[in-house]
């Protein structure tokens, strides 16, 4: 009686399905169903395609719009071809920029480079913006550098629930000192879908479960909040980690 009823069932199941696929394959015979397939279609091709270029040119020429002020009329292009030609302004701060570095390198440029920083020490205002901004572009740039290289999980914002963190630099000895005396680390949670924006916090580091994915993957996966998934590998990765997480939480809350 029971096997009878399971064939008629999975029966039923398959006659469904068989008639859900009639009813798509006729729909999408229709001819306002092909015209939306193909703009979506052309929509997934041209989308990524235009955003990217606007972005480019929006950078390139606000690179020109900065640089254009400091150039004599007479060496801009458009002065003799009467044509605006976009990037040069960008190939001249990237001369200016590597001449500079150039000649930091020497020791006549540190010289210089050092006066200037004496000078900076002497403005109130303008010191700790400057030096603000000179460890954050001597973290992102130098090769030395620690930026974020290591993606976490952490338990937040409440139990069972986990969100991803970038890990940097451990926290310095006068931060670390007041803390309590387990390791720390500097951990930044980035809001979805804008990145820019977040929480900073030092977090133990037994509380955070480490994932071995790129961070361009876990930012793509921020910024899609979460509806582009890292690769099959990666995934496979997240999986495991995820368990790892359950396991974790299951240990933490079991009595000891």
């Known amino acids: 009686m029971t096997s009878e009823l399971e064939k008629s069932l999975s029966e039923t199941a398959a006659a469904l399905a068989a008639e859900a ?4 394959a006729a729909e999408e015979r229709r001819p306002m169903a092909r015209l939306r397939n193909y703009f979506l279609t052309g929509l997934v091709v041209a ?3 235009a955003i990217t270029l606007w972005l480019t040119w929006s950078f390139v020429t606000w690179v020109d719009d900065l640089v254009r002020p400091f150039l004599p009329t007479v060496y801009l292009p458009e002065t003799y071809l009467h044509v605006y030609i976009p990037g040069y302004g960008l190939i001249i701060a990237f001369v200016v920029l590597t ?3 150039f000649l930091t390198a020497n020791l006549v440029g540190r010289s210089l480079v050092e006066l200037g920083e004496k000078l900076l020490d002497q403005m109130p205002v303008v010191r700790p913006i400057y030096r603000t901004m000179k460890q954050i572009f001597e973290t992102l ?3 030395s550098g620690s930026s ?4 976490a999980l952490v338990e ?3 139990p069972g629930m986990w969100s991803l963190v970038f890990l940097s630099q451990p926290p310095s000895p006068d931060v670390s000192g007041r803390l309590p005396q387990i390791e720390h680390v500097s951990a930044f949670m980035p809001c979805t879908p804008n990145p820019t924006t977040g929480f900073f916090f030092y977090v133990p580091r037994k509380d955070l479960i480490e994932l071995d994915i790129t961070v361009e ?6 910024m899609s909040a979460g509806m582009v998934q890292p690769g099959e590998e990666q995934q496979k990765r997240l999986a495991a980690m995820a368990a790892a997480a359950q396991q974790a939480q299951a240990a933490r ?3 000891v």
């Not at 696929?21 to 798509?24: G, I, N, P, S, T």
């Not at 974020?148 to 993606?151: A, K, L, Q």
């Open 21 to 24: 696929e009639a009813k798509a």
């Open 47 to 49: 989308g990524p395609v």
């Open 99 to 101: 001449f500079l570095g």
């Open 141 to 143: 740039f130098s090769k």
């Open 148 to 151: 974020f290289r290591t993606v």
């Open 156 to 158: 937040f914002p409440g």
């Open 217 to 222: 993957s876990a930012m793509t996966l921020l």
């Open 253 to 255: 809350a079991s009595p």
